[in-house]
């Protein structure tokens, strides 16, 4: 059972436009919610962070919406560039459990110049 | 420089074989990780120790061993390989279970034949 959800599963943008990934989990002691970049042949990095004391976290092009009661969230990436284009993971992670971080099966951004 | 050190980069094995992949960090975190990035399951968490001791362990098969002769270094020794275990595996660390500064190793590429 994925404990943490991600959709689309692929998604493609014209350069300029919002892209959208979506996320859902299970676990509502889930309290720190990571967005992860993967480029090909490199290893995950961090992109932006939120917990849920805070329902919206901006980090330039990169918005995180954040719903405690639905257990939802998503990534917005405004102005998307060419150069965003990447898999981008949603993960989360317990306190005091153990720093294991439970991650999404991923979406795959492709941003069309 | 790199912050954590992955060794070897690329690594073929023949399958009843064994193999130790080498993680070092040097950002003075106190835990280390180890997850598993394949076609079939991507990021999945293997196991987290913290003060060189065992805190999680998330793998079913006992050939997969973890083994920490320093503070900052975290080895994953894979005995009778088989070809299922072709996958990235990437090492990374944070500065206490706290997960917020999860920084994640360059990865080492595992190919079973």
């Known amino acids: 059972q994925q404990q943490v959800r991600q959709s689309p599963q692929s998604l493609t943008v014209w350069e300029g436009e919002t892209a959208i990934l979506n996320c859902s989990y299970e676990?509502?002691?889930?309290?720190?919610f990571p967005w992860y970049w993967q480029f090909p042949r490199e290893s995950p990095a961090l992109l932006i962070a939120?917990?849920?004391?805070?329902n919206k976290k901006e980090d330039g092009r990169f918005t995180i919406f954040f719903n405690k009661r639905e257990k939802k969230l998503s990534l917005h990436i405004t102005d998307s560039q060419p150069g965003d284009s990447a898999t981008y993971f949603c993960?989360?992670?317990?306190?005091?459990?153990?720093?294991?971080?439970?991650f999404g099966l991923g979406t795959t951004l492709q941003v069309q110049p | 420089d790199p912050k954590i050190i992955q060794k070897p980069k690329y690594l073929v094995a023949v399958t009843g074989s064994e193999k130790i992949l080498i993680c070092e960090q040097y950002?003075?975190?106190?835990?280390m990780y180890w997850y598993r990035q394949s076609a079939k399951k991507p990021l999945e968490f293997m196991f987290s120790?913290?003060?060189?001791?065992?805190?999680d362990n998330q793998t079913a098969s006992s050939r997969f061993q973890p083994q920490s002769s320093k503070k900052n270094h975290l080895d994953l020794q894979i005995t009778a390989l088989k070809p299922d275990d072709s996958a990235t595996y990437f090492c990374?660390?944070?500065?206490?279970?706290?997960?917020?500064?999860?920084?994640f190793g360059s990865g080492t590429r595992l190919l079973v034949i």
């Open positions: 120790y913290s003060y060189q001791k065992l805190m």
């Open positions: 676990d509502s002691t889930f309290d720190y």
């Open positions: 993960a989360a992670s317990a306190t005091g459990n153990t720093g294991k971080l439970i």
């Open positions: 939120i917990r849920p004391v805070s």
């Open positions: 950002l003075g975190h106190n835990a």
């Open positions: 990374a660390s944070s500065q206490g279970s706290g997960a917020s500064d999860y920084t």
